[in-house]
């Protein structure tokens, strides 16, 4: 114990010491003692405030606080207020002076204790203590002996316990540091956590380590497999279904007819090591080969398309750690969203991930514990990537990451880390792993310039037409010719790319469309999955919740809402955002042709036929169900495509539908889905859908003039009353209403007010008063056929603006109380008008806090014109409340797309809108104003008012939060539009 008062390994850059050599995550029969529950815990405010002697079995901690562990101590608490310090959130920026490997003195360190029994029958002689995690640096004595000290955040720590571990009372002693030398390699993007955060063990251990080589030939369907054991004594090899039995290990054996692993068929022979002392270890098996082939990403011989995300491990109560039913719920989430693959960024996860990915079936990029992006605000000075004095630490990381993780046949790529720079210490990661494990790909994306030392061209955010160029192989050329021929003799990935932040990311089928059309683009993964918005309560006394982000917990530096950027609630409910990209990267297209009456179905599938998928059709009639039925699709291979003409059933339904003669838009919709059960979703889940409009809506009837009358104080026009002064419509009807008035205006999504890359467009915008903009009229004016009211929308100091006639024609219906008005509207820009409009549309308010919402058109989510891949057409049903998108930072959400039709009960009365012939439709309970102010939804409360926009257009969403923003067709410029909506009423 006389060393435990030494704390220079903190800012040791040092990985560690008296930690064993690395080895793979393994279950074995040997016995095992699990520590997981709760610890005595104390936080020290640094090392002036650290306990004397604490390690000392007979020290008395009666006094300590308990902590569970595995746990991060700053989420102890929550969602009420933390009670160990507090989480913070930063992007790039370490939170404390760049001064490696310097730390702050003011170290918030936890010093944990914690009591076991051990059996008589333990093998005490050849334990270890195992930690699978702990941030940042930590060190450790087992009944007051020193074992020794580590950093690695996320890579499993091993320590000889057989010295100190006796039958009986056990006292394990652990003192973690928030920050250390290790802090510097660890700046990835997430809140910074601390502690025990992953499982504690003593275990016994025999066998120490084993690598499972399972290689496939796909010309002559034969499988190879050898396993080097590293010791003690001999060891055999069991495989029942290949027919290996007490055999040799090493092999090789040579296997026929064996069924290769991949994402799709994800097939594990079930295998045994047995040691002559009786150990027992389970092994799960998959045969693949992963190369590059003429520049082309392939395994088992089959080019392979990654349909992938990023995925930080998250919980918004438990921080990083989680369950394994929350990672079963992850897994089991992407495959039911089309999601083939998986890249850990940026660290490796829990290993228990990857054995589901194994089981259900992911491509992995496995991620080195490794990000060094602070150092980028000062130019990359003493970025430690190429500093000779950290090569030790990234060695260490690299050799951790590999051989936990080497039997897992869903690694598919090693990755090195995310954003570090380049540097020597980089490469010599590179050229290890390559020495230990040439069976897999390295992959680097902060090496793009040259690719000198990774087997993948990466790049992140970059946009579709520069996507495309690298697809065709004619991207800009790198300054060293050798390294130019290399990279373009490489795949091409997008390690990152739709930033889904906030509503967004627009624009995924453009990318999708690109990867599609060139071989050498292997796909890529969208950044993120979840948002990582922690749990709280809005008060003391106000348990009203919501999700908290950067600078909620008063960090001084923060990156504020950047950390919700998932396709992900917090509480792991897909967004609109995942509901599109599952649409986008479905694996079998299917399109309608109906003026030929046939169906196509292509298979994108790289080795699995369309057969476990069942087709059925329905046909709709103004979004009513009129029939449907199974479709016959023959087994379509991969990469092949099936025509089928439409069978006599469906051809009946559209017959009936045609002759009905409702006038309403006929629909047919073709589904896949799974013919039976699979591991990751039950017979019935939806794969892919296609849709085709059949018959289209017949003509609406003109209007009838109906003469427009002044009063006192109102103008009358059928059933609707204007206000004589604003013209704005008061009445239709019975029904109390508020306008509508031009409106361009929206509460700014993260993608508006942020730019990674380019000037956020929320500067333009708010410098062309867009946000300030005053609604003047002109003049009102009624006549023998209508009224017409004609206004300009400026902003104070500024002389462009827009001119804007609203011509309104009505007649009363047959019944009493029924009344049927059209709105005509024609914007005219006036001056010079450089930016474009966030939208374009008119805006209305009626009484209410919620009402009925029935629209035909587009849904049932929201949709925006470059995020609407997902939208089908037909008739749906929801409450305002539940048309809200509830985005961690609130902003512009719940738009319908190009609705044809909507009919709103509020308590006062009964709206009709109808599209001539389409309108995009919001209806809130709050307005813009409120929605813009707000930072979190519990700041949003119904104002008493029905909040309805009726949109010609909306600017595009794009993934300018960190990335491009919409491509050129789908930004909304200001020119010369025309619109028009009709509204009708019922009692």
Not at 526 to 538: K, M, Q
Request: overall charge negative; aromatic content about 8%.
């Amino acid at each position: 114990m006389n060393d435990h008062h030494s704390h220079a390994y903190v800012e040791d850059r040092s990985p560690g010491t008296g930690r064993l050599r690395p080895r793979a995550a393994f279950a074995s029969d040997l016995p095992v003692l699990r520590l997981d529950g709760d610890w005595r815990f104390r936080l020290a405010s640094g090392l002036d405030d650290l306990t004397a002697d604490f390690a000392a079995p007979d020290f008395d901690d009666g006094a300590w606080d308990l902590l569970a562990v595995p746990s991060c101590w700053q989420m102890t608490g929550l969602p009420g207020e933390p009670r160990y310090g507090a989480p913070a959130y930063t992007n790039i920026h370490y939170p404390f002076p760049v001064d490696p490997p310097r730390v702050p003195r003011h170290n918030p360190t936890g010093e944990y204790r914690r009591e076991f029994d051990v059996p008589d029958a333990f093998p005490a002689a050849a334990a270890v203590l195992r930690f699978e995690g702990v941030d940042s640096a930590f060190a450790v004595w087992l009944n007051g002996i020193r074992l020794g000290d580590g950093k690695g955040s996320r890579l499993t720590t091993e320590f000889d316990a057989a010295g100190a571990l006796r039958p009986g009372r056990n006292v394990l002693a652990v003192r973690v540091h928030q920050w250390s030398s290790g802090s510097y390699l660890e700046d990835q993007d997430m809140w910074w956590l601390s502690g025990i955060f992953r499982s504690v063990s003593v275990a016994a251990r025999g066998i120490e380590d084993f690598f499972v080589h399972a290689g496939y030939d796909h010309e002559s369907g034969r499988g190879t497999l050898a396993v080097d054991v590293t010791g003690p004594g001999q060891v055999s090899l069991t495989v029942p279904e290949l027919g290996i039995t007490g055999a040799d290990p090493a092999g090789p054996h040579v296997i026929d007819g064996v069924r290769p692993w991949s994402d799709e068929n994800p097939r594990l022979y079930q295998g045994e090591l047995v040691a002559e002392t009786g150990e027992r270890i389970p092994l799960r098996i998959g045969f693949r080969t992963v190369a590059v082939v003429d520049g082309v990403l392939t395994v088992n011989g089959r080019p392979i398309s990654l349909r992938g995300v990023n995925r930080h491990e998250w919980h918004p109560l438990t921080g990083r750690t989680l369950t394994g039913d929350t990672m079963l719920a992850d897994v089991l989430l992407m495959k039911r969203h089309n999601v083939n693959a998986v890249r850990t960024s940026h660290y490796p996860p829990d290993h228990r991930f990857l054995d589901l990915c194994d089981e259900h079936g992911l491509w992995v990029f496995c991620e080195g514990d490794l990000e060094t992006h602070g150092f980028e605000p000062g130019g990359w000075h003493r970025n430690p990537s190429d500093d000779p004095a950290w090569r030790e630490a990234y060695l260490d990381r690299a050799v951790r990451l590999v051989e936990r993780d080497k039997n897992h046949p869903s690694v598919i790529v090693w990755s090195l880390g995310n954003e570090s720079g380049t540097g020597a210490n980089l490469a010599a990661a590179a050229a290890w792993i390559r020495q230990r494990d040439d069976s897999r790909l390295i992959h680097y994306e902060g090496d793009w310039a040259s690719c000198s030392y990774v087997d993948l061209y990466s790049r992140m955010y970059i946009g579709v037409d520069e996507l495309a160029a690298v697809g065709r192989g004619q991207e800009a050329p790198t300054a060293d010719p050798a390294d130019d021929a290399r990279r373009r003799s490489l795949p091409a990935v997008l390690c990152e790319y739709g930033h889904a932040m906030g509503n967004g990311p627009g624009g995924l089928s453009d990318y999708q469309q690109v990867i599609e059309a060139h071989r050498r683009l292997a796909g890529g993964f969208i950044w993120e999955w979840i948002d990582h918005g922690i749990l709280r309560h809005a008060g003391q006394d106000d348990h009203r919740s919501f999700y908290a982000y950067g600078g909620d917990f008063g960090e001084e530096v923060h990156d504020g809402n950047f950390v919700a950027d998932g396709l992900l609630f917090p509480d792991r409910t897909p967004s609109p955002g995942l509901v599109e990209y599952k649409k986008v990267i479905e694996p079998v297209r299917i399109r309608i042709d109906p003026a030929a009456c046939r169906i196509t179905v292509l298979n994108l599938h790289h080795v699995r036929h369309s057969g476990y998928l069942d087709f059925r059709w329905t046909v709709e009639d103004g979004g009513e169900p009129v029939g449907s039925g199974s479709l016959a699709v023959p087994a379509t291979a991969p990469g092949a495509t099936s025509t089928v003409e439409w069978p006599a059933d469906l051809t009946a339904a559209l017959d009936a539908a045609r002759k009905d003669g409702s006038g309403h838009e006929v629909w047919l919709t073709v589904t896949a889905v799974l013919a039976a059960d699979e591991t990751w979703a039950a017979a019935g889940h939806e794969v892919a859908w296609g849709q085709g409009l059949v018959v289209p809506a017949a003509a609406s009837s003109p209007f009838p003039p109906a003469a427009a009358i002044a009063h006192d104080g109102y103008v009358a026009l059928g059933s609707a009353r204007f206000d004589t002064r604003s013209g704005l419509l008061v009445r239709l009807g019975d029904l109390e209403l508020d306008g509508p008035q031009l409106d361009v205006w929206r509460a700014p999504t993260d993608n508006d007010l942020l730019g990674a890359f380019a000037e956020p467009q929320i500067t333009a915008w708010r410098t062309a008063g867009l946000d300030r903009m005053h609604h003047e009229v002109l003049r009102v004016a009624p006549d023998e056929s209508g009224l017409t009211v004609t206004a300009r929308l400026a902003a104070a100091g500024s002389s462009s603006g827009l001119h804007v006639v609203y011509r309104w024609t009505a007649c009363d219906g047959p019944d009493a109380g029924q009344a049927r008005l059209r709105l005509e509207t024609t914007v005219t820009p006036d001056g010079a008008w450089p930016v474009p409009l966030p939208r374009l549309g008119v805006a209305m308010s009626l009484p209410g806090t919620d009402a009925e919402v029935e629209w035909f058109g587009p849904g049932p989510g929201e949709a925006y014109r470059d995020s609407r891949t997902a939208a089908r057409v037909g008739r749906y049903r929801s409450t305002v409340a539940a048309m809200q998108t509830p985005y961690v930072r609130p902003q512009e959400n719940g738009n319908r797309h190009r609705v044809r039709s909507a009919r709103i009960t509020a308590p006062g009365g009964t709206l009709l809108i109808t599209g001539a012939p389409v309108i995009d439709l919001t209806v809130r309970p709050w307005s813009t104003r409120a929605l813009a102010a707000a930072a979190h939804q519990h700041d949003l409360a119904p104002d008493g008012r029905l909040h309805l926009h009726l949109d010609h257009a909306h600017h595009g969403l794009g993934s300018a939060a960190c990335g491009p923003g919409p491509s050129a067709p789908d930004v909304l410029a200001a020119v010369t539009a025309a619109f028009a909506v009709e509204f009708s009423t019922t009692r």
